[in-house]
């Protein structure tokens, strides 16, 4: 991990060796930037009734506050939400051809409100009668400001939709 360009997660409620959660926080301090996907909101965090992790493993409970600039707390159900564009984010270098007109966010929206100071949010997800929740932003990380993407997208129906894959790719090239 110490000579990667970019570091992309999409993990979900791991315990990884100490090792591998100071190369993450290494990268991190090195400057160097970090794509998010969906269960990356809570990859190296437990439940608050999780046993704590055997020795030699390591947990990173603030790492969706910290890192990714969000606020994760669980998700509304599975049904599918309406995306929309963030007024003012269609100029950003991500939304770069993605045709959000294109796409739909498969498996729960998840709750990540309120965003960290800091985040640029890119897209909305919308339960009609439910929530708008963000779905899509970047976040600075760090005293070298290691540029952060992260997506709550990322359900397997998510990677059939060219506007998410498009989405993604601007996400690893920012």
Known sequence: MKDADLLLISVR?????TAVV???RAHLAAGKPLVGIRTASHCFALRPKDPAPKEGLATWQEFDHEVLGGNYTNHYGKDPATITLVAGAESHPIMDGVGVEGLIGHGGLY???????GTTALLMGT???VATEPVAWTHLYGEKKSRVFYTSMGHWDDFKMP???RLLLNGINW
């Open 13 to 17: 409620r791991r315990t990884p060796p």
């Open 163 to 165: 506007a998410f894959r």
């Open 22 to 24: 100071e190369a993450v």
């Open 111 to 117: 709750k990540n409100t309120p965003l960290q100071a």
């Open 127 to 129: 339960l009609e009668g």
